[in-house]
């Protein structure tokens, strides 16, 4: 546990929280858009992220390490969906820097955002018709 903890304060000073992205998630959920955060990460990351209130404007919150499964694997794809009250998958928006975890989303049917940056985040968002300022 002590390993952890000296891990976890080398960890975080290294991590940069990206507030734009921050402040488009709230402004999605001022339009009553749910955002789940769906991330392949370890205990030590999540306890960190959670402590530091980084993932308090995502619900549901799905992680590998809680479910036992990885992106790009159809099924954490899948238990997103679920936890997320089953919303129509071609009405729902998949965002990830990674290209093979958005192909393996718009596989599922799913609209798939490769992230580069907040701006051209929100330009694909309101290109997808969501109505933000």
Known sequence: AEH??????????LTRIDYDVL??????????????VLSNT???HV???RQ????DLFDPEIFSCEVGYRKPDPKI????????????????VYVDDLPKY???ATNLGLKGV????????????????????
């Open 42 to 44: 370890i205990p030590p």
């Open 47 to 49: 306890r960190a992220n």
């Open 4 to 13: 952890q903890e000296l891990w976890v304060r080398a960890y975080l000073p």
């Open 77 to 92: 794809y899948e238990i997103a969906l679920e936890q997320s009250g089953n919303p129509p998958p071609q009405e729902t």
């Open 102 to 104: 958005v192909d393996a």
């Open 52 to 55: 530091r209130g980084l993932f």
């Open 23 to 36: 402040t488009l998630v709230k402004e999605l959920h001022q339009l009553d858009i749910k955002t789940p």
């Open 114 to 133: 490769l992230y580069q940056n907040c701006p051209q985040l929100r330009r694909e968002l309101k290109v997808l018709g969501i109505k933000l300022q």
